[in-house]
Every structure is written in structure tokens, then in C-alpha cells.
């Protein structure tokens, strides 16, 4: 819900929490343990992402790992998730999932979870165009 209210707002999406920890910093340090789970975590890695979160965030004493290297570290390390952050990382988050869905839209759209992301509007408008 939040992300459909926030729309495009980079700002938004990038506000930290008291550790100066991002929305997506927090999702990509959460070690869920399962298939199912990390399929979700990948939903919600994609949106943030296309809603302009910054894979690059580290938290309040500036030496802690990035999203991609906090959820290798937690060991997850969703292949999928990792090469999206990863291409975040050298693109943007936007150009990253238009990438995917482009590429192998699947991995997206039939992941546990979409259907609770794709109506995120910045989301909705890579999906149109992939």
C-alpha cells in the first residue's frame, strides 16, 4: 500500500529509519529460509527498485554492506535477487527490472507475491512496456 501511495518518489522510498536503514536495506537483510519466502523477498526487492530505492544505501555508520551484499551475507543469496541488486547497482533500480522483465519476465511474474506488487504504478509501467 505504501508503494502504491509513494508512487515514483525516490525520497520516499529512500527514507531510513532510525539506523539510516532503507526499506530496502531491511528486506534484503531479512534471512526468510525459504523458496517461497525468498520468492517474496524478490517481489518486494522488484518494487522498491522500480519505485527508485537505491540498492548503493548503506546504514548509519557508513561501512555496512549494501542490500545486495547484506542479503549474501545473511546467507539467502537468491541468485535472481543478487543479479537484480547487482544490476541496481550499475544501472538504477528502474532500468535493473525493466531489464528482467524484459529479458525473463517469469522469474517476476511468477514469483509468490506479485500479485500484491504489480499494481505498484512505476511497476505497472515496466511490466507495459516489457
Known amino acids: 500500500l505504501c508503494l502504491k501511495v509513494a508512487g515514483d518518489d525516490p525520497d520516499f522510498v529512500n527514507e531510513r529509519e532510525v539506523h539510516r536503514r532503507t526499506a530496502l536495506w531491511c528486506v534484503c537483510d531479512d534471512n526468510l529460509g525459504s523458496a517461497e519466502s ?3 523477498q524478490l ?3 522488484a518494487a522498491l527498485l ?3 530505492a537505491d540498492p548503493n544505501v548503506r ?3 557508513g561501512f ?5 551484499e547484506r542479503h549474501v551475507l545473511h546467507g539467502n543469496n537468491t541468485h535472481a535477487i543478487v543479479q537484480l541488486l547487482k544490476r541496481a547497482e550499475e544501472t538504477s533500480g528502474p532500468a535493473a527490472v525493466s531489464e528482467l522483465l524484459s529479458s525473463t519476465p517469469e522469474v517476476l511474474t511468477e514469483a509468490p507475491g506479485w500479485e500484491v ?3 505498484v ?3 505497472a509501467k ?3 512496456r516489457a
Do not use: F, I, Y
Open 59 to 61: 546504514d548509519q555508520w
Open 43 to 45: 517481489a518486494a526487492v
Open 126 to 128: 515496466l511490466l507495459h
Open 50 to 52: 522500480a519505485c527508485g
Open 38 to 40: 525468498e520468492s517474496q
Open 121 to 123: 504504478p512505476p511497476l
Open 64 to 68: 555496512a554492506q549494501t542490500a545486495r
Open 117 to 119: 506488487v504489480q499494481g
